[in-house]
């Protein structure tokens, strides 16, 4: 076998082994960094509905004030404009789901579902709890989310939340008195939530993989042809010029031209050594004759 | 003589330069056509405008929105179609002090800061009246249809039938009143969606007083190019009874103009009490043979 084909049987091993090792690495890596993107950027959104809430709150609300004494207006609420900007934000993010999902809501489209509710619950069984972050089965597939409890801090929001009677006439003119009172303060009413699927950060690290695992690929094959090439032109070659050499010389073609080395290197003092050693067996067989 | 005319000039300056009665209130806001009568003269209104007792301030549908606020922060909205009158008399059953509103036609938003001590009648109307108003109320005297929401607070209100005044009875904050015709009056929880459909957006806004803004700052008042017409006045003119004899001195001086003289002997059965003005000479007594005397024509029913 030859030193070449050993040399790159042996290269191709490594660049195998190293590459799928560091493909496995580098796939964990880039799942767990689009997992934490995803969710980094949940957060991010989750900041932006509660900043949106605060400002309605604050600084909407109180405008809209002499309005609500007419008609009901949704805008006046801090969970309803957050989850309109949101909804607008999904436009640039569709993959993206919001909701404050609420056990006892004032607007319908506020009502947990099943797994809401069990989440909400993780919320009043730990109020210590400020996220929490799961995955679940969907029909499109497995889904990532992260929650945030909602629960009422300001002393305000009662006036609509507490009972029927304390609340404004339009409010429960609008959404009837069934629903939306008897909320309490400082417990988890509710959750903030944000969906995205699975397949989100899994396309993304997948995008991500084939992108490094070409680039890993392409510089195993560069050092690989570097090396061979190195190998062909440093060693393999010289020394087949050598033994070529060697061969003339034994068969007693005595004249046959001397190698000259490129370079100093260990081919150069073989070759060196060679050249003695074939003076030494010329002036030997002169001797003979004589 | 010279000095009695100078007095005569200088009294007659009066009411150009502003001068001629304390102000009781500021035009604030002018959005649209609304115009000023003053004595019997018509001014177009403009913000800065001060407004006096007796001051009458209406729109037609060109006037959007007016805003007039009073020294005490009582603050005056007005919609469309809307005709009020400042601190007029208003009959004797309403109390010594005169209603510092009149509505006769039109809707009206009324805003009284918490420190207004109260006294006399906020608003008169033919249809109700408002002793006393806690914080917002919105008023609409329309032909047939008389309401009035309680927005903030709870307002005292008196209906007034045949135009006399009935039993006081309260509005909580949020109810609503509503009467049409002579009919027995209702009170809601809710405004109806008409009443709340027929407002300026801007009566649904809380919009923040202005006065500080006009403070020192005095609008001269442009008479209008156009004298008044009997039809600017003619819904005072017949407007209910305990208001209209002030007009008569008020706008005697109107009964030279053709126009006006001929939309009063028009409709003078709505206001017989102006044929003794317009027709002296039917009144006189007359010499009979005899050495008696007698009117010579009784005035129209």
Redesign the interface.
């Known amino acids: 076998m030859k030193l070449l084909l050993k040399f790159n049987l042996v290269f191709l091993v490594v660049f195998a082994l190293g590459l799928a090792v560091s493909g496995t690495v580098a796939r964990k890596l880039l799942q767990n960094g689009a997992h934490e993107e995803v969710l980094d950027r949940a957060r991010l959104m989750m900041e932006n509905a509660l900043a949106v809430s605060s400002y309605t709150a604050n600084q909407v609300a109180?405008?809209l004030?002499?309005?609500m004494?007419?008609?009901f207006l949704p805008q006046s609420v801090p969970a309803y404009s957050s989850t309109e900007v949101l909804n607008a934000l999904r436009k640039a993010h569709p993959e993206y789901a919001y909701k404050a999902a609420m056990l006892n809501p004032t607007n319908p489209r506020d009502r947990a579902q099943d797994w809401e509710e069990d989440v909400i619950m993780q919320f009043k069984q730990d109020p210590s709890r400020t996220e929490f972050i799961g995955e679940r089965d969907t029909p499109a597939g497995r889904s990532l989310y992260i929650a945030r409890p909602i629960k009422l801090s300001n002393a305000n929001c009662l006036r609509c939340h507490s009972t029927v009677d304390a609340a404004?006439?339009?409010l429960v003119?609008k959404y009837g008195p069934a629903n939306g009172f008897g909320w309490v303060m400082n417990e988890a009413l509710g959750a903030q939530v944000v969906s995205v699927p699975m397949s989100v950060p899994m396309e993304r690290a997948d995008r991500a993989f084939v992108v490094v695992m070409g680039l890993l690929a392409s510089v195993f094959l560069l050092i690989g042809a570097a090396l061979n090439l190195m190998l062909w032109r440093l060693v393999i070659r010289p020394v087949s010029q050598l033994s070529k050499l060697a061969d003339r010389v034994s068969l007693g073609e005595l004249d046959a031209p001397e190698f000259k080395a490129p370079a100093r290197d260990e081919i150069g003092v073989l070759s060196d050594s060679f050249s003695r050693m074939r003076k030494s067996l010329v002036h030997a067989m002169k001797m003979l004759d004589t | 003589m010279w000095k009695q005319a100078l007095w005569g000039w200088a009294f007659a300056s009066l009411p150009s330069l502003g001068l001629a009665a304390p102000s009781l209130a500021t035009a604030t806001i002018v959005e649209g056509d609304f115009v000023l009568i003053r004595d019997a003269t018509l001014y177009g209104l403009a913000e800065g405008a001060r407004l006096q007792k007796d001051d009458i301030v209406q729109s037609n549908a060109a006037g959007r929105f007016m805003r007039f606020e009073f020294a005490d922060g009582v603050i005056v909205d007005l919609a469309p179609n809307t005709r009020v009158m400042l601190s007029p008399k208003a009959g004797t059953d309403r109390g010594k002090i005169p209603p510092r509103l009149y509505l006769l036609q039109g809707t009206v938003k009324l805003s009284v800061p918490a420190n207004v001590p109260a006294s006399g009648t906020v608003l008169a109307s033919a249809n109700l009246d408002l002793p006393a108003v806690a914080k917002g109320v919105v008023v609409s005297a329309m032909p047939g249809e008389t309401a009035a929401f309680a927005?903030?607070g709870s307002i005292a209100l008196v209906e007034r039938r045949d135009f006399k005044p009935q039993p006081s009875q309260s509005l909580r904050s949020?109810q609503f009143y509503a009467r049409t015709g002579d009919g027995k009056a209702q009170i809601v929880?809710?405004?109806s969606s008409p009443f709340?459909q027929s407002?300026p957006k801007a009566f649904?806004?809380?919009l923040p007083p202005r006065l500080e803004l006009f403070k020192g700052r005095d609008v001269l008042l442009k008479p209008s190019a156009s004298s008044i017409a009997y039809a600017d006045v003619q819904p005072w003119i017949d407007a209910e009874p305990a208001l209209r004899p002030q007009f008569m001195t008020r706008w005697r001086v109107l009964t030279k103009s053709p126009e006006f003289r001929a939309g009063l002997v028009a409709g003078m059965q709505a206001h017989p009490e102006w044929d003794r003005l317009l027709f002296p000479e039917r009144y006189r007594p007359k010499a009979q043979p005899g050495g008696t005397t007698h009117l010579a024509r009784q005035p129209a029913p």
């Open positions: 109180p405008l004030e002499t309005q004494k007419y008609t404004p006439a339009p003119e | 927005e903030s949020g929880a809710r405004p709340i407002l649904l806004d809380t």
